[in-house]
């Protein structure tokens, strides 16, 4: 990212981007970034864009050959193509040859690095992924969002908004523009705004879930149970997100028996570091073989309610019961 700002800064840019990860709404600013940079307002002679799969690259190099129309660039945006989970090899040749007028800008959800197109780009362009920041850069992005609107949040509030709008970028920052609005007549948002104001994720309540389990409060687990039902989420997938929690648990525990840290331990997982503070702080409550039992249980029940031999809203109901008694 430090490199994109820099070539926007200097007006040095690379013939060729490429942003990918998993953070969309950073790609997005990024994106525009470039776009805003590389392209003059109004210039549709020199701009062109595809998406998805089926692009046509021919085509594409075709025009990136053209040179531009009374202007010093002619800019490509492509997205979305899945050039770069494979090697596309008439891609992969062009890169170390684009037209020096020429800028493309791809942005892709998924890229294999150890295709020949992307490792092309990385030689011949700059290729910049995009993950979810850590806690203290959210906070401070949020805090200048809230210092703009002449507000503060109290540290419950802060920790509860971040619980529940931490999935992603877009997310957080519309449920932060929700808030500012539902506060608009006050100087500090509190705990009671956020849980008036800002929607709980499902993964969230999950975790909720699985916190009661432990505590083995059933009436509670029952009852944010069928809360999402009623939110129209069906069984299976809340069974497949209960599985995935315990099985992240199982992983971590593991893991930390064998004397690995947070950050190590969120590196060879692909998660954030507040996500392994959180889990293995509430694997605590259950035994490597309880989480065994647990899982083995939830992948027979699974194939019951899929093969019919059960009601699959009762073959939740079923796993909950056993280990919240």
């Not at 040095?12 to 525009?32: H, I, P, S, T, V």
């Not at 470039?34 to 003059?40: K, N, S, Y």
């Not at 949040?153 to 908004?161: H, L, M, V």
């Amino acid at each position: 990212m430090k490199t994109i700002d820099e070539n926007i800064k200097t007006q040095q840019f690379k013939n060729a981007y490429l942003l990918y990860g998993e953070e969309d709404y950073l790609k997005k600013q990024y994106r525009d970034k470039l776009l805003h940079a590389l392209v003059p307002e109004g210039d549709t002679m020199n701009f062109a864009k595809y998406e998805g799969s089926g692009i046509n690259i021919g085509e594409v190099i075709d025009l990136a050959e053209t040179l531009p129309f009374f202007s010093e660039r002619r800019v490509i945006l492509i997205s979305d193509s899945g050039f770069f989970k494979s090697s596309e090899e008439k891609l992969t040749e062009y890169l170390g040859e684009i037209q020096s007028t020429t800028y493309f800008i791809f942005v892709e959800s998924e890229v294999d690095k150890r295709s020949k197109t992307y490792k092309a780009i990385s030689k011949n362009g700059y290729a910049a992924d995009f993950t979810m920041p850590d806690e203290k850069m959210l906070a401070s992005w949020m805090g200048g969002r809230l210092k703009s609107a002449g507000k503060t949040i109290t540290r419950d509030a802060w920790k509860e908004f971040f619980e529940r709008t931490s999935d992603n970028m877009d997310h957080m920052d519309k449920e932060m523009e929700k808030l500012l609005s539902y506060t608009y007549d006050k100087d500090s948002i509190t705990l009671e705004d956020v849980e008036a104001i800002c929607t709980k994720q499902i993964h969230t309540k999950v975790f909720d879930m699985i916190s009661f389990i432990a505590s083995k409060n059933l009436p509670q687990v029952l009852s944010l149970y069928h809360d999402m039902l009623a939110a129209k989420e069906p069984p299976i997938r809340i069974l497949a997100l209960i599985v995935r929690q315990f099985d992240q648990m199982y992983l971590m525990k593991d893991m930390a028996s064998q004397g690995m840290n947070y950050s190590t331990i969120a590196g060879k997982l692909g998660i954030r570091d507040f996500i392994v503070r959180k889990n293995l702080g509430l694997a605590k409550n259950f035994s490597m073989e309880q989480i065994r039992c647990l899982l083995e249980d939830a992948a027979d029940l699974d194939e019951r309610a899929k093969t019919g031999l059960i009601n699959d809203q009762m073959a939740v109901e079923l796993l909950m019961i056993k280990y919240s008694k």
